[in-house]
């Protein structure tokens, strides 16, 4: 606890592990290989890792900063830098709610495939005959639904016990084996017969198929994947206690999360090709293709069991982190204890994400803007909220807020080095807003009129 009583990390380390864990989650494990995979695999690594280490460390940074300089929820923080930009932090809250309401979805189909995987079902390389099994499934009324709150309650289970005793203790312990388990999978993928034709895939850029969708897909991944631009970085940089080391930690995390997809499109891509199955399956990849894969590699099935109890890990990292932002607001704007939050927004969250499931099955024909409820979920979060949350946050921090008072915090007023802070401040006044803007026009704006 801080001297305002409110709750802090208990070390470096456990906050490190679960900022990382916020941004390490699907986006790691099942998007970012098929976006790989869909955009010519290596060129799209480097536009990544470009974006990544511009625009990914200026906001992760920035982010940190105001959270731990305003130790407010989301909202809080941006009402404290100006009242007039509080919707902004409410854009944020909002933004994680609906994520973790379709997330937590996609999450219990994660459960439903590790038993799938136990019991044999996936013991077969027909790629046709595992896209029906996957499309009646998420098709079914029922089962999608029963898992949906499976994965919420064990996400609840971890928020209710806190920061510290609950969101820390977990992470500290899903983290390392999460590491444990991709670095077996990369490593059994890699030495696979064949495997040489996805490692050149995914390592050799081939820049003949560089264009701005791919820029585009590349900069939307950095948003997702790092948690940025739904208040995620800024409530959990709210709990930092003011010694600790903000530029550090904004590269730290970034590193994690990067290493983290790159070795899951280690684990994926060279057994992909080695194994003759196309890169380019989108999202099927996870569901469809990677079972085929391991139903054709020597001891598939305890690989396959490896790599969704690694997907499952890495989802309930990131959704305990979407939770915690909408917690953390209801906490300190309402008043609420910690337990009543948490089972109050877990009852409401599971119960939008019914619609999103069911609009893959018996509410199929319901359309809201020609898209069912999963979809429309997803483009919202995406194409809208997310950009403009990121477009906001470099606005305040840059201009509203300032670069020098960021600076200011961000180094303990002076007592930690921050050796790119100037590159850091003309990034995030200028070259941030311009290319996030760039994204929310193209994503939002065009798509639209």
């Given at each position: 606890?801080?001297?305002?009583?409110?709750e802090?990390?208990g070390?470096?380390?456990g906050?490190?592990l679960?900022?990382?864990?916020?941004?390490?989650?699907?986006g790691?494990?099942?998007?970012?290989?098929?976006?790989?995979g869909?955009?010519?695999?290596?060129?799209?690594?480097?536009v990544?890792?470009?974006?990544?280490?511009?625009l990914?460390?200026?906001?992760?940074?920035?982010?940190l900063?105001?959270g731990?300089?305003t130790?407010?929820?989301a909202?809080?923080?941006?009402?404290?830098?100006s009242k007039?930009?509080?919707?902004?932090g409410?854009i944020?809250v909002?933004?994680?709610?609906?994520i973790?309401?379709?997330?937590s979805?996609?999450?219990?189909?994660v459960i439903n495939?590790i038993?799938?995987?136990?019991?044999?079902?996936?013991s077969?390389?027909?790629?046709?005959?595992?896209?029906d099994?996957?499309?009646?499934?998420?098709?079914?009324?029922?089962m999608p639904?029963i898992?949906?709150g499976?994965?919420?309650?064990?996400?609840?289970?971890i928020?209710?016990?806190?920061?510290?005793e609950?969101?820390e203790k977990?992470?500290?312990?899903?983290?390392?084996?999460?590491l444990?388990?991709i670095?077996?999978?990369?490593?059994?993928s890699?030495?696979?017969?064949?495997?040489?034709a996805?490692?050149?895939f995914?390592?050799?850029?081939?820049?003949?198929k560089?264009n701005g969708?791919?820029i585009?897909?590349a900069l939307?991944q950095?948003f997702?994947?790092?948690?940025?631009?739904m208040g995620?970085?800024i409530t959990?940089?709210s709990?930092?206690?003011?010694?600790e080391?903000i530029p550090q930690?904004?590269v730290?995390?970034?590193?994690i999360?990067?290493?983290?997809?790159?070795l899951?499109?280690?684990a994926?891509?060279?057994a992909?090709?080695?194994?003759g199955?196309?890169?380019t399956a989108g999202p099927?990849?996870?569901?469809?293709?990677?079972?085929?894969?391991f139903?054709?590699?020597?001891?598939g099935t305890?690989?396959?069991?490896?790599?969704?109890?690694?997907?499952l890990l890495a989802a309930l990292?990131?959704s305990?982190s979407?939770?915690?932002?909408?917690?953390?607001y209801?906490?300190?704007?309402?008043?609420?204890d910690?337990?009543k939050?948490t089972?109050t927004?877990?009852?409401v969250?599971?119960a939008?994400?019914?619609?999103?499931?069911?609009?893959?099955?018996p509410?199929?024909?319901?359309?809201?803007?020609g898209?069912?409820?999963?979809?429309?979920y997803d483009?919202?979060t995406?194409?809208?909220f997310?950009?403009?949350g990121?477009?906001?946050s470099?606005?305040?921090?840059?201009?509203v807020?300032?670069?020098d008072?960021?600076?200011?915090e961000?180094?303990?007023?002076g007592?930690?080095k921050f050796?790119?802070?100037?590159?850091w401040?003309?990034?995030?006044?200028y070259?941030a807003p311009l290319?996030?803007?760039k994204v929310?026009y193209?994503s939002?704006?065009?798509?639209l009129?």
């Amino acid at each position: 606890m801080n001297s305002n009583g409110r709750e802090q990390w208990g070390s470096k380390v456990g906050f490190l592990l679960a900022a990382a864990g916020s941004a390490v989650g699907l986006g790691n494990l099942w998007k970012f290989p098929y976006m790989a995979g869909k955009n010519g695999g290596g060129v799209f690594v480097v536009v990544y890792l470009g974006i990544l280490i511009t625009l990914g460390f200026t906001l992760m940074a920035g982010e940190l900063t105001l959270g731990r300089f305003t130790q407010l929820n989301a909202i809080g923080a941006y009402r404290k830098i100006s009242k007039k930009l509080t919707w902004v932090g409410a854009i944020g809250v909002f933004t994680a709610f609906l994520i973790l309401s379709f997330y937590s979805v996609i999450g219990g189909w994660v459960i439903n495939y590790i038993i799938k995987t136990c019991t044999g079902a996936l013991s077969t390389s027909d790629s046709a005959a595992l896209g029906d099994m996957f499309g009646q499934m998420i098709s079914d009324p029922v089962m999608p639904i029963i898992f949906h709150g499976v994965f919420m309650i064990a996400t609840l289970v971890i928020v209710l016990g806190g920061i510290g005793e609950g969101i820390e203790k977990a992470s500290k312990v899903m983290m390392p084996a999460l590491l444990v388990m991709i670095i077996a999978l990369a490593i059994r993928s890699v030495t696979l017969p064949g495997a040489e034709a996805g490692l050149e895939f995914f390592l050799k850029p081939d820049f003949s198929k560089l264009n701005g969708a791919l820029i585009l897909d590349a900069l939307g991944q950095v948003f997702f994947s790092l948690s940025l631009g739904m208040g995620i970085i800024i409530t959990y940089g709210s709990y930092l206690p003011k010694e600790e080391n903000i530029p550090q930690s904004a590269v730290y995390i970034p590193l994690i999360d990067t290493a983290v997809a790159l070795l899951a499109g280690f684990a994926i891509l060279p057994a992909v090709f080695a194994l003759g199955f196309e890169p380019t399956a989108g999202p099927g990849l996870m569901f469809i293709t990677l079972p085929a894969v391991f139903a054709k590699m020597p001891f598939g099935t305890f690989f396959g069991l490896l790599f969704f109890v690694l997907v499952l890990l890495a989802a309930l990292t990131s959704s305990i982190s979407l939770l915690e932002v909408c917690v953390s607001y209801v906490v300190d704007e309402w008043g609420w204890d910690r337990k009543k939050t948490t089972l109050t927004l877990g009852f409401v969250i599971f119960a939008v994400g019914v619609p999103a499931s069911l609009s893959l099955g018996p509410w199929a024909d319901i359309k809201i803007f020609g898209k069912g409820f999963f979809d429309l979920y997803d483009y919202v979060t995406q194409n809208i909220f997310l950009p403009l949350g990121g477009l906001m946050s470099c606005i305040t921090i840059g201009w509203v807020w300032g670069v020098d008072n960021a600076i200011k915090e961000a180094t303990n007023n002076g007592k930690v080095k921050f050796a790119l802070g100037k590159v850091w401040a003309f990034l995030i006044k200028y070259i941030a807003p311009l290319a996030i803007g760039k994204v929310f026009y193209d994503s939002f704006i065009v798509t639209l009129f």
